[in-house]
């Protein structure tokens, strides 16, 4: 599985982005796939997840309606839509899928099974 993430860049604090992932073959075998973030000098962060089956999402609490997560099965795509930016969401996004199905999304780095090479969000104040 690869998987190709893009759609970053820079914009001013109150914007918006979207990024993509791409998987590169029909992931119907895989059970979640999630976006996780990562700050210069800090941990790497769960963002968001989405069942690829059935859409059921989770997120991180502390961005709970100004990030929403979806996904284009026909297109092999995640999508992560982001709004009302911040200078502190300044990071490298990472996508990535989890081939484990469990009872929940997961949203921890280590049960996620392949990564996108991330894409750079910067947000000016």
């Known amino acids: 599985v690869q998987l190709q993430a893009s759609g970053g860049g820079l914009v001013q604090a109150g914007g918006s982005l979207r990024l993509s992932c791409q998987t590169s073959?029909?992931?119907?075998?895989?059970?979640?796939v999630g976006w996780f973030r990562q700050a210069l000098g800090k941990e790497r962060e769960f963002v968001a997840a989405?069942?690829?089956?059935?859409?059921?999402?989770d997120y991180a609490d502390s961005l709970k309606g100004r990030f929403t997560i979806s996904r284009d099965v026909a297109k092999n795509t995640v999508y992560l839509r982001m709004n009302s930016l911040k200078p502190e969401d300044t990071a490298v996004y990472y996508c990535?899928?989890?081939?484990?199905?469990?009872?929940?999304?997961?949203?921890?780095?280590?049960?996620?099974?392949?990564w996108g090479q991330g894409t750079q969000v910067t947000v000016s104040s």
């Open positions: 990535a899928v989890d081939l484990v199905r469990r009872e929940r999304l997961s949203a921890i780095q280590y049960e996620y099974d392949y």
């Open positions: 073959r029909r992931t119907i075998s895989a059970y979640s």
């Open positions: 989405i069942d690829w089956s059935g859409g059921s999402t």
